[in-house]
């Protein structure tokens, strides 16, 4: 069965300072895509990133940027110089060829606290 | 504006008291989920929908309904819910399989079951 694991639960930091969300997955599939989503206090989930199992090429966007390693199985996301807009609840997701449907199997989360 | 719409946002009823919760989407997708949030287990499949006429068990059925009459609409149906249903609850669509494609949510409706 696929699962992820987020074992930071929360982190805080002061503004300014990078943070790094780590995302560690499992799965026996070759052909396989990982989310990462973002929940801020309002609620509405939002997507930040897909990545597909072929493509380990890491992501920037902005102060945003991914490290997808697939020997260690980890598909890991920073904030670098972190304001207080990143404060939420980002979560990672997984779905692979096996499950039906490629349905999604999310993390449990971790929560960003970015202090002024 | 694209966007998926959810209603009533905060719910307050007593157990065995059937509910709907409402879900629209505008962007003409033909994936739609539910999904239910918990603290410490993320966000769960209830059911999801890859058309008209076309529902899917996801995760965790057991005390939901769901139907997809038009392409827009996504209700969730608790017939008799229960207290073990209080919970945050999210619907969702994408172009295709929620799984390969960016899914857009609603806003959530926090459902409390007394």
């Known amino acids: 069965a696929q699962k992820v694991t987020q074992a930071q639960t929360e982190i805080s930091v002061v503004e300014k300072e990078d943070v790094t969300l780590d995302c560690v997955y499992e799965?026996?599939?070759?052909?396989?895509?990982l989310f990462w989503y973002k929940q801020p206090p309002s609620g509405e989930l939002v997507f930040l990133i897909r990545?597909?199992?072929?493509?380990?090429q890491n992501e920037i966007s902005g102060r945003y940027s991914w490290n997808f390693q697939k020997s260690t199985s980890s598909f890991n996301f920073t904030i670098t110089a972190s304001q207080v807009v990143d404060s939420a609840v980002y979560f990672c997701?997984?779905?692979?060829?096996?499950?039906?449907?490629?349905?999604?199997?999310f993390g449990a989360g971790t929560t960003v606290t970015v202090r002024a | 504006e694209a966007q998926v719409t959810q209603n009533p946002r905060y719910l307050i009823t007593v157990t065995g008291k059937k509910l709907t919760v409402t879900c629209s989407q505008n962007?003409?997708?033909?994936?739609m989920s539910w999904y239910r949030q918990d603290p410490g287990l993320g966000l769960r499949q209830i059911y999801y929908?890859?058309?008209?006429?076309?529902?899917d068990k996801g995760d965790v059925p057991e005390g939901y309904k769901v139907s997809r009459k038009e392409k827009r609409n996504f209700p969730l149906i608790l017939e008799s819910p229960s207290p073990n249903q209080t919970s945050l609850y999210f619907c969702?669509?994408?172009?295709?399989?929620?799984?390969?494609?960016?899914?857009?949510f609603g806003p959530g409706t926090r459902l409390t079951v007394l």
């Open positions: 969702a669509s994408s172009l295709g399989l929620a799984g390969v494609n960016e899914q857009f």
């Open positions: 799965t026996r599939d070759t052909t396989y895509y």
């Open positions: 990545r597909n199992s072929f493509d380990e």
């Open positions: 997701a997984l779905s692979d060829k096996r499950s039906n449907d490629y349905k999604l199997s």
């Open positions: 962007m003409n997708h033909e994936y």
């Open positions: 929908s890859m058309n008209v006429e076309v529902t």
